[in-house]
Nanobody, 122 residues
Framework: VQLQASGGGLVQAGGSLRLSCAASGRTFSNYAMGWFRQAPGKEREFVAAIGWSDSITQYVDSVKGRFTISRDNAKNTVYLRMSNLKPEDTASYYC????????????????WGQGTQVTVSS
């Protein structure tokens, strides 16, 4: 599956952004989808993931209550709604796809999108 991420930008602390990741090439609903981020000088970290439907999601503790991952299988798109953004959220955000169930998502990633930059000013 091919992934195309978009929606990054510059926002003030406390603001909101919505990232989108459009998928093509395979049956989107067969994939668990997720987002990672990488800040300069740091390793890529898991942010959020979602299973085949909207009912099962996972988040890193630092974004719980602020970020919401969702998907629209009819549009082959996964979203990351980010609210109450903090300067420490500044990073390049990458979407990823893994076949199968959410429980194995981080171990079975098959495709990565290009990064979309999110910069949060204080």
């Amino acid at each position: 599956v091919q992934l195309q991420a978009s929606g990054g930008g510059l926002v003030q602390a406390g603001g909101s952004l919505r990232l989108s990741c459009a998928a093509s090439g395979r049956t989107f609903s067969n994939y668990a989808m997720g987002w990672f981020r990488q800040a300069p000088g740091k390793e890529r970290e898991f942010v959020a993931a979602i299973g085949w439907s909207d009912s099962i999601t996972q988040y890193v503790d630092s974004v719980k209550g602020r970020f919401t991952i969702s998907r629209d299988n009819a549009k082959n798109t996964v979203y990351l709604r980010m609210s109450n953004l903090k300067p420490e959220d500044t990073a390049s955000y990458y979407c990823a796809a893994a076949p199968g169930i959410l429980a194995t998502f981080q171990h079975r990633i098959e495709s990565w999108g290009q990064g979309t930059q999110v910069t949060v000013s204080s």
